[in-house]
């Protein structure tokens, strides 16, 4: 279904400068620590929008802000096999990170590129994404979330087995996992870009049923070889083209630097006693 944007929200009169963060593969705690650090500065005023790609150093589960670890992975199994367990600041539910490119988008509030609503934000970063995945030569479809339709995967704990806002998917699979955290003055959205699925190599770490894999695939399903890189490039230049704005390579502040060594290594939940 094609998305529609009201132009006021894709025409600014200036083209806007957002930051680009593009990190190699890092620690769950790491990206964790990252990501909430962005929202905090852009939240306080400190930095504008940015854009953060980036990877994860090894398999890595990540949780929704409401989810109970306990009830929905195996943190033994998790700390004997070295899969770091991390909660996002966002809801939703549980990630298992591994063959993928992760993108985090922070923003304030209000933006005149963002719709004032959630509904609105999903819509308008889709766009963006559904643009850089269709000029890797992939068939995308989008598909707004029919409120009149059952949701798929109700009890599961897994991201990927729900149904999300404007969900993208690749020949009626899921390729795309994300989240979104509002505060009066910002919102941060992230979310997984599948390069590859393979549910054998997420089931081990959770409690409950398997995934259901049959709704899910991965970018490279079909043997089209795209890598982090590749992926890459094409997201910031529909980032640019879709929204209009400029995106510059930065780095994090110093503030942002200070409170991301501050927390990181204190977010893995296998390392903490969890009740």
């Known amino acids: 279904m094609p998305l529609t944007f009201p132009r006021r ?9 957002w930051r680009l963060l593009i990190d190699p593969p890092g620690h769950a705690g790491y990206n964790m620590a990252v990501d909430e650090a962005l929202a905090e500065s852009c939240r306080t005023g400190a930095s504008g929008p940015t854009l953060r790609l980036y990877g994860w150093d090894r398999p890595s589960i990540s949780l929704g802000y409401f989810q109970r670890a ?37 923003a304030p509030i209000p933006h005149p590129l963002f719709p004032p609503t ?10 963006a994404l559904f643009a850089g995945l269709a000029a890797l030569g992939l068939c995308i479809e989008c598909h707004p979330r029919d409120p009149e339709q059952p949701r798929r995967g109700i009890g599961s704990p897994l991201c990927f087995d729900s149904t999300s806002r404007y969900e993208l998917t690749l020949r009626g699979k899921k390729v795309i996992g994300s989240a979104q955290r509002r505060w009066k ?53 529909a980032w640019e083209h879709t929204l209009g704005i400029r995106l510059l390579p930065g780095n994090l502040s110093p503030e942002e630097a200070a409170a991301v060594a501050e927390t990181s290594q204190s977010r893995d939940l296998t390392m903490t006693v969890v009740g």
Do not use: M
Request: proline share 5%; with cysteine; net charge negative.
């Open 118 to 127: 959630i509904k609105g934000t999903y819509e308008v970063v889709a766009r």
């Open 185 to 237: 003055t910002a919102f941060l959205q992230h979310g997984s870009i599948l390069l590859a699925h393979d549910p054998a190599e997420a089931a081990p770490w959770f409690h409950g049923a398997p995934s259901n894999s049959e709704s899910i695939t991965g970018l490279n399903a079909n043997e089209h070889g795209l890598t982090p890189d590749d992926c890459h490039r094409a997201l910031i230049t």
């Open 9 to 17: 929200f894709i025409q600014t009169g200036r083209v806007d400068t």
């Open 70 to 106: 306990h009830e929905v992975v195996d943190l033994d199994r998790c700390r004997e096999g070295r899969v770091p367990v991390v909660r996002r600041t966002t809801g939703g539910r549980a990630v298992h990170h591994h063959h993928e490119v992760t993108y985090s988008v922070v």
